[in-house]
C-alpha cells in the first residue's frame, strides 16, 4: 500500500532566482515513481504516494533529482500525512482563534531540543513567542512574519546549524495535511 506524503522545497521561487516551475516538479515526481502528484502553490510543496522509501530516502532522492534537473541544490523535507496531521493537532496555539498569517511552523530536517533556544531572550519579543513540537517550531507572530523580529532571530543559522528548517504558514500546515489524506 502507497503512503502519501509532502514534499516540502526550501527556497524556490522566492525573488525570481532559484525557479522550479510546478509542472515541471510534478513531473520529475512521476518520474521517480510516484503517484497522485499534485503540487500546492508556487512556493515548493508537493504531494505525492510512495510505495517505496522512507521519510529521509525520499527527500534525498528528491533533492538529487532536483540538483540534476535545475541544476542548482535544494533542501527538501518530506514528511508523511500522519505526521503532517499530528503537527497541526499538536498546535500549542489556538490556532482557530488566530488569522492564519499569525501563526507558522518551521519544519525541521531532524529533531531539534529546547537547548537549541536557551540564548532566546523570550520576553523581549513579546507579544511574539514560540513552542516546540516533532521536528518543528510553532511560531506566533501577531503582525505576521514579515514583520517579525522573533522569526528573524530564529531564522539566524546559528540557532539551526546542522539541520534543514522550512516554515509555512497556517494555511499551508492544515492544506498539506489535508491533500495527504487518504
Same mark, same amino acid.
Given at each position: 500500500?502507497?503512503?502519501?506524503?509532502?514534499?516540502?522545497?526550501?527556497?524556490?521561487?522566492?525573488?525570481?532566482?532559484?525557479?522550479?516551475?510546478?509542472?515541471?516538479?510534478?513531473t520529475l515526481l512521476e518520474g521517480l515513481g510516484h503517484d497522485g502528484v499534485r503540487t500546492h502553490l508556487q512556493s515548493g510543496q508537493?504531494?505525492?504516494?510512495?510505495?517505496?522509501?522512507?521519510?529521509?530516502?525520499?527527500?534525498?532522492?528528491?533533492?538529487?533529482?532536483?540538483?540534476?534537473?535545475?541544476?542548482?541544490?535544494?533542501?527538501?523535507?518530506?514528511?508523511?500525512?500522519?505526521?503532517?496531521?499530528?503537527?497541526?493537532?499538536?498546535?500549542?496555539?489556538?490556532?482557530?482563534?488566530?488569522?492564519?498569517?499569525?501563526?507558522?511552523?518551521?519544519?525541521?530536517?531532524?529533531?531539534?531540543? #529546547? /537547548?537549541? $533556544?536557551?540564548?532566546? =531572550? &523570550? *520576553?523581549? %519579543? @513579546? #507579544? /511574539?513567542? $514560540?513552542?516546540?513540537? =516533532? &521536528? *518543528?517550531? %510553532? @511560531?506566533?507572530?501577531?503582525?505576521?512574519?514579515?514583520?517579525?523580529?522573533?522569526?528573524?532571530?530564529?531564522?539566524?543559522?546559528?540557532?539551526?546549524?546542522?539541520?534543514?528548517?522550512?516554515?509555512?504558514?497556517w494555511n499551508t500546515v492544515r492544506k498539506l495535511a489535508e491533500l495527504t489524506e487518504g
Amino acid at each position: 500500500m502507497a503512503t502519501r506524503y509532502a514534499a516540502l522545497l526550501r527556497g524556490i521561487n522566492v525573488g525570481g532566482s532559484r525557479k522550479v516551475p510546478m509542472a515541471e516538479l510534478r513531473t520529475l515526481l512521476e518520474g521517480l515513481g510516484h503517484d497522485g502528484v499534485r503540487t500546492h502553490l508556487q512556493s515548493g510543496q508537493a504531494v505525492f504516494a510512495s510505495r517505496h522509501g522512507d521519510e529521509e530516502s525520499l527527500a534525498a532522492e528528491l533533492a538529487a533529482a532536483v540538483e540534476r534537473h535545475f541544476g542548482f541544490p535544494v533542501d527538501v523535507i518530506v514528511r508523511d500525512h500522519a505526521y503532517l496531521k499530528g503537527i497541526v493537532e499538536a498546535c500549542p496555539f489556538p490556532a482557530a482563534e488566530l488569522e492564519p498569517k499569525q501563526l507558522h511552523v518551521t519544519y525541521f530536517s531532524a529533531p531539534v531540543t #529546547p /537547548e537549541r $533556544f536557551t540564548e532566546v =531572550d &523570550r *520576553a523581549a %519579543y @513579546l #507579544p /511574539e513567542d $514560540f513552542r516546540l513540537g =516533532d &521536528r *518543528a517550531l %510553532y @511560531l506566533y507572530a501577531p503582525d505576521g512574519l514579515g514583520r517579525s523580529k522573533l522569526a528573524e532571530h530564529l531564522s539566524k543559522p546559528r540557532v539551526n546549524k546542522g539541520v534543514v528548517a522550512t516554515s509555512r504558514n497556517w494555511n499551508t500546515v492544515r492544506k498539506l495535511a489535508e491533500l495527504t489524506e487518504g
